[in-house]
């Protein structure tokens, strides 16, 4: 851990023993975290919103402009070296689930916070015209001595022929979020007692400009120690990186894709969240726009298992490439 994460560490753990309400980021890698108290948050930097609680100003409304939205897809043989990598590392026994992300290029009419504006999802977080989160994943919950957890793995096309039912006895998305579920528990063991899966992959439908998506989530919880509040920072980032977006054993996952994926993640997978002074919520920075250069990045991924194929797992990266609103 460097200096800067143990610094947030630290203010996390006091404003919790406070009471003090606060908004946190933590990139991915761990090397640009940020905490503002709420009462310092400049809506002109830094707007959120995570289920339902904002800092948006009133009276702000989204523009009726008709939207123009285009992706430029990584090469499919760029994407195979890299798929075959991981792959390599699944078959020896390495790991059993990898999260395989890539940066898309894309172009847009939108600003970034004019996404933010029209974006309808969970949690939302428009930082500064740098990037744009419009994500369906919690990550965790903090309230009442209890943590909450909601890994979510497993996509399809919600047009397709019975789509519910088809996700539900994929093998390979069953496999893919068994692992994730494994992990999580695994990790909210570290700082908590009597953790339970309370909900076992139960399907969401996520909205996009293209069409709709199905997701499968799940639902984790413990108990945490008396005391908790005063150690919010240290209970979250023990659970870092976030254990959906890396793979299980989370380590050797997270080694194997700095070998493949072929670029740093920054923000993206990272995670944000608010502390209202009783209950801290956060969410998992997927579904993510970036600001690069003079163009846009759109980075997305997938799990990938042994049973995972390389057009399948390519087709969903495009298929999550996509604005949350039509």
């Given amino acids: 851990m460097n200096k800067e994460t143990r610094q947030c560490v630290r203010q996390m753990n006091a404003m919790g023993r406070e009471g003090r309400p606060f908004l946190f980021l933590i990139d991915y890698e761990m090397e640009q975290p940020l905490v503002v108290p709420l009462d310092e948050l400049d809506p002109k930097q830094i707007l959120y919103e995570i289920e339902g609680k904002s800092n948006l100003p009133p009276m702000v409304f989204p523009s009726k402009e008709q939207v123009v939205f285009e992706c430029r897809p990584p090469a499919f043989d760029d994407y ?170 989370k380590a050797a996952s997270v080694e194997i894709i700095r070998r493949w994926e072929g670029y740093r993640r920054g923000y993206y997978t990272g995670i944000f969240g608010r502390f209202d002074g009783q209950k801290l919520e956060s969410g998992v920075m997927i579904r993510f726009i970036e600001k690069q250069n003079d163009g846009l990045v759109f980075k997305a991924g997938g799990g990938i298992t042994v049973n995972s194929t390389v057009q399948r797992e390519y087709n969903e990266l495009l298929a999550k490439v996509a604005l949350p609103f039509r």
């Fill in 80 to 249: 195979q070296i890299r798929f075959d990598g991981v792959m390599a590392h699944l078959k020896k026994g390495e790991s059993c689930l990898i999260n395989l992300t890539q940066p898309v290029e894309v172009h847009t009419n939108l600003s970034l916070y004019e996404i933010f504006l029209r974006s309808k999802a969970r949690i939302k977080l428009w930082f500064d015209e740098r990037f744009v989160v419009f994500s369906p994943e919690p990550f965790v919950c903090i309230e009442a001595g209890k943590i909450h957890t909601f890994p979510m793995k497993g996509t399809l096309d919600a047009t397709l022929p019975d789509a519910t039912t088809r996700l539900l006895n994929d093998s390979k998305e069953l496999a893919e979020h068994h692992s994730s579920v494994e992990l999580l528990s695994h990790d909210l063991r570290k700082v908590a007692k009597n953790v339970r899966t309370e909900r076992f992959r139960y399907v969401e439908t996520i909205e996009t400009l293209r069409g709709s998506l199905l997701q499968t989530s799940s639902h984790i919880s413990g108990t945490l120690r008396a005391g908790y509040v005063g150690r919010l920072g240290s209970a979250v980032v023990a659970l870092l990186p976030a254990g959906s977006i890396a793979g299980a054993p």
